[in-house]
């Protein structure tokens, strides 16, 4: 049961309970940044290493920390970290760095960092809180790279992914670069092909919900037969 609920504590904020397809938190970053791969891989590695750390960092201290003063507390450990993930990518990805621009000391004010700290680090021990952060962020990043992702393809024809430590072109795929629109890759786009994808998401979601819900009736159904003695048939 323990393992399950790790394991839980990990996935669900992959899919089920994502903090932007699903909850629709911090948008401010995804729409500003996912121009390209680069930018969308960028932001998602350091936002998954601001979560993880302060995460750890404030389920170590959780029980030391006044509950007046705690969101200062957790505000100033998020900056903390923030500003440090920022010096190194300043340090080892200067060109990065460049690109994102302004978003990445904006994470500190992210609702999702904040929101985890509070909802969830501040409540629960250092394994669980560390695989929330992990499995917060990587669902942060995912979400970036699907945006990023039709984004690039639509505005651009195609692809171009540079080396992040010395911007050196690595890959270069433009089929479709007669064939480009523009507005994808300017704040329009962000939202007109962000509302498509929130869409088909929520499009499988009820799918799946509904599928969910006809294979219980079947089950219910066939349980209740085998207690009035039918042979058992299984649900598929």
């Known amino acids: 049961m323990k393992k399950d609920g790790k394991l839980a504590t ?3 904020p992959l899919i089920r309970e994502n903090a932007i397809l699903v909850n629709l938190l911090g948008m401010c970053p995804v729409l500003g940044i996912t121009t390209s791969l680069n930018n969308a891989l960028g932001m998602g590695v350091a936002v998954i290493m601001v979560l993880f750390f302060t ?10 920390v006044p509950n007046e003063v705690r969101i200062p507390v957790f505000i100033v450990i998020i900056a903390s970290f923030v500003t440090m993930v920022e010096y190194l990518m300043k340090a080892f990805t200067p060109d990065l760095a460049s690109s994102l621009g302004l978003f990445i000391p904006m994470i500190t004010v992210n609702c999702i960092i904040l929101g985890r700290a509070e909802a969830f680090a501040s409540k629960n021990g250092v394994v669980d809180s560390m695989l929330d952060g992990l499995g917060t962020g990587i669902g942060f990043l995912i979400s970036c790279l699907i945006l990023a992702f039709f984004r690039e ?6 692809f171009t992914i540079r080396n992040p430590f010395n911007n050196e072109l690595l890959f270069s795929f433009l089929p479709f670069a007669e064939y480009k629109m523009p507005i994808f ?10 509302g498509l994808i929130l869409g088909v998401f929520y499009c499988i979601r009820m799918m799946m919900d509904e599928h969910k819900k006809e294979k219980a009736k079947k089950e219910a159904a066939l349980k209740k037969e085998a207690e009035n003695g039918a042979p058992v048939k299984e649900v598929k």
């Open 10 to 12: 990990f996935v669900n």
């Open 55 to 64: 995460n750890t960092f404030i389920s170590l201290i959780r029980k030391w």
């Open 153 to 158: 393809l639509l505005g651009t024809g195609g």
């Open 185 to 194: 890759v300017q704040s329009s786009g962000a939202f007109m092909m962000f």
